[in-house]
C-alpha cells in the first residue's frame, strides 16, 4: 500500500520533471529529486528545511504534499497542496499542485472535492497531453463517485415565446370560424431563460450495475420583448413560465459483455403560470446493444399516466422508441432515432398517436476551433376527434419540422465549462390553425465539456 501511494504522488510530481527555473533554490530542486529517487524521509527533511526560510516555495510544498500521500497522511497532503496552488505562479506548478489535492481528496473518500481539484487542473493544463489525462482522471472519479450532480444554464431570444397562434381568427381545414383570438394567445416575441438541477446517488450496486434515486428540477422564465407587452398589454412573462420538478429511481444492469437493461421509475409534477398544471408517473425499459466499438443502438419503451389539474380525464401515455448511433473512421458522430407512441383517455380531445423521427450529426474535429454539430427532427401527431367534432369530423392533424445548429466554444471554457451557441427554428402546419406556429432563435447555454 505504500508502495502504491508512493507511485501514486511520484506519478504526479511527474507532471513537472522538466529542470526547475534557475531561481529557485537548489535545495527545492533536491527534495523533488529525493522524492524521485524513493527517498521519502529525506525529501521531507529538505522540503521542510527550504519552507523554514521560505514558507510560500511552492515546490517545496508540493514536495512536501507528494510525501504525505505517500505516508498516507491524504488530509494534511491536500492542505499543503491548496497551498502550492495558491503559491505557484505558472501554469506548470498550480497544474501540479491540483492534482496532488485531488489525488489527496481521492484516498481521503471526498470524490465531489477530488473533482473539483481536477477540474481546477483541466483550467491550467500546461499541454494537451496533461489535460487529457486529467479529464481521463475525472470521468474515472465520476463513474465511481455515488453522488452526482448536473446542472444546466441557457437564455434564448425567440420571436414565440408562448407558443402562440400565428393568425387571430381560427381555422379549422381551411374553413375560417367564427372564434378569434385574444392578444395573448398570438405568438409573442421575448427571451426564454432556462435553468434546470439534477441530483443522482447509488443507493447500491456498483458503477457498472448500479441503483440510483434522484431529483430533477427545470424551470423555464420568460420576459415579453417590448413589442410584445404593446400587442398584449394584459400578457406577462410569468404567464408563460413552467417548472417541472421530477423524483426518480434508476437501475441498470449487464446482461452480457455487449448489452445493458435500465429501467426506470419517475414521479413528476409541472406548475404552469406558478399553478399546479399536471402529475405524472413513468416507467421506462431501455435495451442498449455495443455493435463493435463504434456502433450501439438502443430499443426503448415508456408508460406515463398523466393527472391534469384542470379536471380533465386523465390520459396515459405509450411511447416505442429505437436509436442507433455510429462513429465513423473520421471521428464524426451520427445518430437515428425514430418514435411512435400513442395516448389514450376519456377525453378524446387528448387521445392521438405520434410518430417522430431525428437525425444528428457532430463533427469529430474542431471547426475553427469550435465543435460543431447538427440535428435535424419531424413529428407528426394525429388526433381522431378534436374540439369534440364540433368544427368538423376530420381530427386534427400535426406535423412539426424543427433544426437545430450548436457551436461549442470549448476555448472560451472555464474549469471543464463552455458556452454553446444555438441556432433553433422550428415550424408546425396543422389543420386547426391554432397549432400551427413557427419559431426562430439564438441562444447560449453552458454545458460541461466531459
Not at 6 to 22: D, G, I, T
Not at 179 to 207: H, P
Not at 294 to 308: A, I, K, P, Y
Not at 434 to 449: A, D, H, K, N, W
Request: proline residues 4%; aromatic residues 6%.
Amino acid at each position: 500500500m505504500v508502495i502504491r501511494r508512493l507511485l501514486c504522488a511520484l506519478a504526479v510530481l511527474c507532471w513537472v520533471s522538466q529542470a526547475l527555473p534557475a531561481e529557485e533554490p537548489d535545495l527545492a530542486a533536491q527534495a523533488q529529486a529525493a522524492f524521485s529517487a524513493g527517498q521519502v524521509e529525506l525529501a521531507r527533511m529538505l522540503a521542510l528545511a527550504v519552507l523554514n526560510d521560505d514558507p510560500r516555495n511552492p515546490t517545496a510544498l508540493a514536495v512536501l504534499s507528494a510525501v504525505g500521500l505517500a505516508t498516507n497522511e491524504p488530509a494534511a497532503a491536500r492542505v499543503v497542496a491548496g497551498q502550492s496552488f495558491r503559491a505557484a505562479t505558472d501554469r506548470r506548478g498550480k497544474f501540479t499542485a491540483a492534482r496532488l489535492a485531488a489525488r489527496a481528496s481521492v484516498d481521503l473518500g471526498q470524490s465531489g472535492i477530488a473533482k473539483y481539484w481536477l477540474r481546477r487542473a483541466v483550467q491550467v493544463a500546461p499541454d494537451d497531453a496533461a489535460r487529457t489525462a486529467t479529464v481521463r482522471d475525472f470521468l474515472a472519479v465520476r463513474s465511481q463517485s455515488p453522488m452526482r450532480l448536473d446542472f444546466g444554464l441557457s437564455i434564448k431570444p425567440s420571436d414565440n415565446v408562448n407558443q402562440g397562434a400565428e393568425d387571430r381568427l381560427l381555422t379549422i381545414d381551411g374553413i375560417p370560424t367564427w372564434f378569434y383570438f385574444n392578444a395573448a394567445t398570438m405568438a409573442l416575441s421575448g427571451v426564454e431563460t432556462t435553468a434546470n438541477l439534477g441530483l443522482r446517488y447509488r443507493i447500491a450496486g456498483t458503477a457498472a450495475a448500479p441503483t440510483e434515486i434522484g431529483l430533477r428540477f427545470n424551470h423555464r422564465g420568460v420576459t415579453l420583448s417590448d413589442k410584445a407587452r404593446a400587442l398584449a398589454p394584459q400578457a406577462r412573462g410569468a404567464d408563460f413560465a413552467t417548472s417541472a420538478l421530477e423524483a426518480l429511481i434508476l437501475h441498470r444492469r449487464p446482461l452480457g459483455p455487449t448489452r445493458d437493461l435500465s429501467l426506470g421509475l419517475t414521479l413528476g409534477k409541472t406548475w404552469l403560470a406558478g399553478q399546479p398544471y399536471s402529475d405524472r408517473a413513468r416507467a421506462d425499459v431501455a435495451l442498449m446493444t455495443a455493435h463493435g466499438t463504434d456502433s450501439q443502438s438502443r430499443f426503448g419503451l415508456s408508460v406515463e399516466r398523466q393527472w391534469l389539474a384542470t379536471g380533465s380525464p386523465d390520459a396515459t401515455a405509450l411511447t416505442l422508441d429505437f436509436g442507433l448511433q455510429h462513429r465513423l473512421p473520421g471521428g464524426d458522430v451520427v445518430a437515428l432515432k425514430l418514435e411512435i407512441g400513442r395516448t389514450v383517455s376519456d377525453d378524446a380531445n387528448q387521445e392521438h398517436d405520434k410518430r417522430g423521427a431525428s437525425l444528428r450529426y457532430a463533427f469529430g474535429k474542431p471547426v475553427a476551433g469550435a465543435r460543431l454539430s447538427g440535428a435535424l427532427s419531424v413529428t407528426a401527431r394525429d388526433y381522431a376527434v378534436f374540439f369534440n367534432g364540433i368544427f368538423n369530423d376530420t381530427g386534427r392533424e400535426d406535423l412539426s419540422v424543427a433544426a437545430n445548429l450548436d457551436l461549442a466554444l470549448p476555448g472560451l471554457g472555464m474549469f471543464g465549462f463552455e458556452p454553446v451557441l444555438s441556432l433553433e427554428a422550428s415550424r408546425t402546419r396543422s389543420n386547426v390553425s391554432r397549432y400551427s406556429g413557427e419559431s426562430l432563435g439564438l441562444g447560449l447555454r453552458i454545458q460541461t465539456s466531459f
